[in-house]
């Protein structure tokens, strides 16, 4: 069945400041002054997290036959966004607390033996007059949830952060990940490229025995580009030794060939060795690849390479979007929400759309 029902209300007016509400409105999960059910608030917003505003209007009159325009879905995801933001960060206030024997603690969602940790960085395009936005992702899992389906590689159950402020709160928020997925205990791994505020991250707050891992497909990357820097023609024989003593963890005999050529190279060349020297001696004790395959842990941050696109560029970085810094956040929230399975503890608490005048306007 489908059509319009119409439904016939009290409405009680305050004699003395002349407002007024509907007991009927309330009952149907209705602010006052608002005009959207909180069931047409879920459609809205759960639209929102996964499409541009406009499709999401378009889908929802062909899903619901409900003729909401793209503006106000705008502004139902921002109200949601919002709150789910505050709450998320109101659960993970509750897991950095220190393990308090008199109180009940939270417990992990994820019990292993190794857990992975990777960490990297995406961005958002902006509208014009605001530099685009840096959006730091991080991704949680235990070793023994990786599989393979066919040839396609799964992780049966993971847990997702991000944030789309600053490293500062980025460091909070990963920290929260960490004891939410169990690092309190198990063995954990970290694994990223080279950004040195995500080492300097790690180093600092994570447990001492963490295993620290550079992701060697982007090693690889760097080496490859250096190789044909130095050998346009013929690059791909240099460059597959070098991968080779990566891989088998022969830094020391890379860097002392590198080195070596750095010693008699000029120019463009010689500035480029030097960069990469700087970078493999920098970054040398992340880089026993033989030993980590050994033990079983990975040596690739696909994980959060993938948890960047899907969490951030399949929804932001659609052809022509461009979007307002103070808003990112906001949606971000709802993808987070969405992600990590909290999506229905939010709805279950039925909490009101604010009226009309409680929010501006989205941009």
């Not at 694994?191 to 505020?197: L, Y």
């Not at 982007?218 to 460059?239: I, M, N, S, Y």
Request: charged fraction near 30%; charge should be positive; include cysteine.
């Amino acid at each position: 069945m489908k059509g319009k029902i119409r439904v016939e209300r009290n409405v009680w007016q305050c004699s003395g400041c002349r407002r007024s509400h509907a007991p009927f409105d309330l009952a149907m999960g209705v602010a006052p002054g608002g005009k959207w059910t909180q069931g047409v608030g879920y459609k809205a917003a759960y639209l929102a997290a996964l499409l541009p505003f406009a499709e999401a209007s378009r889908a929802l009159l062909k899903l619901s036959e409900l003729k909401i325009s793209s503006s106000e879905i705008d502004r139902i995801a921002q109200h949601h966004g919002d709150a789910m933001d505050a709450e998320q960060r109101r659960s993970e206030e509750a897991w950095r607390q220190p393990i308090d024997p008199l109180r009940e603690n939270p417990q992990p969602e994820i019990c292993c033996e190794r857990l992975v940790i990777e960490a990297d960085a995406t961005s958002v395009l902006t509208v014009a007059g605001e530099e685009h936005k840096s959006v730091y992702c991080a991704t949680a899992f235990a070793l023994e949830d990786r599989g393979k389906s066919g040839d396609r590689p799964f992780i049966a159950q993971r847990l997702y952060t991000a944030s789309a402020e600053n490293m500062d709160d980025f460091s909070e928020r990963l920290k929260a990940l960490g004891w939410r997925a169990g690092m309190r205990q198990a063995q954990v791994a970290f694994i990223g490229d080279g950004a040195a505020c995500l080492w300097k991250w790690a180093e600092e707050n994570l447990p001492s025995d963490t295993v620290f891992i550079q992701d060697f497909w982007h090693v690889c990357e760097r080496l490859a580009d250096l190789a044909k820097t130095l050998f346009p023609k013929g690059w791909e024989q240099t460059f597959a030794k070098w991968r080779k003593w990566l891989r088998t963890s022969k830094t020391t005999r890379l860097i002392k060939t590198l080195t070596d050529l750095h010693a008699r190279r000029r120019g463009k060349a010689r500035k480029a060795l030097a960069v990469e020297i700087g970078y493999l001696r920098n970054g040398r004790h992340r880089m026993d690849y033989a030993r980590y395959k050994r033990e079983g842990w990975l040596i690739g941050s696909g994980a959060v390479e993938g948890t960047c696109k899907h969490l951030v560029k399949t929804r932001f970085n659609v052809t022509g979007a461009r979007w307002r810094r103070g808003n990112i956040h906001k949606v971000l929230a709802l993808r987070l929400s969405l992600c990590n399975n909290e999506w229905e503890d939010y709805w279950n608490e039925r909490v009101p759309l604010p009226s009309q005048e409680e929010l501006p306007r989205a941009a």
